[in-house]
């Protein structure tokens, strides 16, 4: 069993790939060819934003938009302290500080309560992570950034495609910045990512900043860096659209499956959803009791999981002494007992079956 199994969804997908990259072979422009603007508009109405910028992964798309919006040295950036370390360092690459914030317990999210207390003058943007999946309280946390006027960039490395009050992640703030990692829920064969943004001039800055802070060719206006896209990644992208919708479907319908499978075993929190939004379960993650150990129980039954994630930042070496002032106990029972259930599309309802049995096992 796999734990994503991107080699049934190219099964399914392999004429149209095929045919996509066959065509960026034939017309051979690998840097900036039609495939990458075309991505760009596919998904700009996709998530409703008015701009997407594609660039070189989710990491440079966080790294882009903290730059265009101008954070630097001194600068402060609220955000989660339960995520992937890329979120805190792209802000510590421009010598701003991470300022870390608490999650809440059941959807592992930003705790929105939390943000106001800690805005000082430093502070220069709010980036919430939209973890596993499942868009943050972004109306709530939008206001609180009006209120101070700063810009909120949404971590939507996880989230493509999931909904939230009628709109679509990515574009529910100032900057939407989302992943093309083979794993990620809309992933290509290599790295790539997206910024996405209804603001003209950021979107411009977004652009020029991806190659070399060019305005025009060999005039570099502004500090910029090499983070395109390549086309072939985008070809990728774009033959993976013509089933997406098919497969946020697919992954609703294992999700729910899962809660539905899970609700009578007793030593397994499921994960909550808003009734305000989807879920399309980048990480299908539950709580258990002595994770460790029921991780091997499942791995000697050759299921495999994983664990999103085992520490928060303020307790990572790195981020340590710089986010000394961190207070987040929630992230720290949630470090030590989450768990990363299979999950793709392509997922059966007989290896679901399996994990929903091998854990029951486990945990009993
Ligand atoms: C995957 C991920 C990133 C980074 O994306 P890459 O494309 O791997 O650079 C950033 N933030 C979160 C929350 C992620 O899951």
Avoid at 72 to 81: H, K, L
Avoid at 260 to 273: E, N, S
Avoid at 304 to 323: D, K, N, S
Wanted: with cysteine.
């Amino acid at each position: 069993m796999q734990f994503t199994d991107l080699k049934a969804q190219y099964a399914a997908l392999k004429p149209i790939i095929d045919a996509r990259i066959q065509r960026v072979l034939d017309h051979g422009q690998y840097i900036l060819g039609p495939e990458v603007a075309e991505m760009e508009s596919a998904l700009a109405s996709h998530t409703g934003a008015r701009h997407c910028i594609s660039v070189a992964s989710g990491t440079e798309a966080l790294l882009i938009a903290l730059m265009a919006l101008g954070v630097q040295a001194g600068d402060e950036v609220i955000t989660s302290a339960f995520t992937f370390a890329a979120t805190a360092e792209t802000i510590a690459l421009l010598g701003a500080r991470p300022v870390l914030v608490d999650v809440e317990p059941d959807t592992c999210n930003l705790d929105v309560s939390q943000v106001e207390a800690r805005i000082t003058p430093k502070t220069r943007a709010i980036m919430p992570v939209s973890l596993y999946g499942q868009v943050a309280d972004m109306d709530e946390l939008n206001a609180i950034a009006a209120r101070h006027g700063l810009p909120v960039i949404e971590d939507a490395a996880q989230s493509f495609g999931a909904a939230y009050r009628g709109r679509r992640s990515c574009a529910l703030s100032t900057f939407g910045a989302t992943s093309f990692f083979p794993s990620k829920p809309l992933g290509c064969y290599g790295d790539g990512g997206a910024l996405l943004t209804d603001d003209d001039a950021l979107a411009q800055a977004a652009r020029e900043i991806r190659v070399h802070g060019q305005s025009g060719r060999y005039r570099h206006t502004r500090i910029g860096v090499g983070g395109r896209m390549d086309t072939l990644q985008c070809a990728v992208i774009l033959g993976k659209l013509e089933r997406f919708a098919w497969e946020l479907e697919r992954r609703a319908a294992i999700g729910a499956r899962y809660d539905a499978l899970l609700a009578g075993v007793r030593g397994v929190q499921r994960p909550t959803v808003r009734p305000d939004r989807n879920c399309v379960w980048a990480q299908y993650t539950v709580r258990v009791e002595r994770r460790d150990a029921v991780a091997a129980a499942l791995k000697a039954e050759g299921i495999p999981t994983a664990v999103h994630y085992p520490r928060g930042l303020h307790r990572q070496p790195a981020f340590e002494a710089m986010c000394a002032d961190a207070r987040c106990p929630v992230t720290d029972v949630l470090a030590g007992q989450v768990l990363s259930l299979p999950m793709s599309a392509d997922l059966d309802a007989a290896d679901q079956d399996r994990v929903v049995e091998a854990l029951a096992r486990a945990t009993a």
